[in-house]
Nanobody, 126 residues
């Protein structure tokens, strides 16, 4: 069983920054791919970024990569999402997911993730 807990969301003005954190309670954190997904009402969770067990990263798009940075701290068993130059369309709930498949493949589809946190709300005011 893996428990994930997101934090760091909040209300910010357009152009501002937030740093999301996701703390995991698991022995083998360093083996997992960790991902961040974004969800708005009525829509499926959308992949934002992920970091593999080797530290390799994958982003949804170049525009996301220019503004967001995913990182992990295996000692702290935490994955981060640094979000800069936030836009109103970034508003939504951000979920952290853990893919327990010990592989070099970095999953970008929600169905490949085995555990999820409860989410943290991000609201970007225009």
């Amino acid at each position: 069983q893996v428990h994930l807990a997101e934090s760091g969301g909040g209300l910010v003005e357009a152009g501002g920054s937030l740093r999301l954190s996701c703390a995991a309670s698991t022995r083998h954190f360093n083996r997992y791919t960790l991902g961040w997904f974004h969800q708005t009402p009525g829509k499926d969770r959308e992949f934002v970024a992920a970091v593999g067990w080797r530290g390799d990263t994958k982003y949804n798009s170049d525009s996301v990569k220019e503004r967001f940075t995913i990182s992990r701290d295996n000692a702290e068993k935490t994955v981060y999402l640094e979000m800069n130059n936030l836009k109103p369309e970034d508003t939504g709930i951000y979920y952290c997911g853990a893919d327990l498949w010990y592989t070099d493949h970095i999953a970008a589809v929600g169905s490949e993730y085995d555990y999820w946190g409860q989410g943290t709300q991000v609201t970007v005011a225009s």
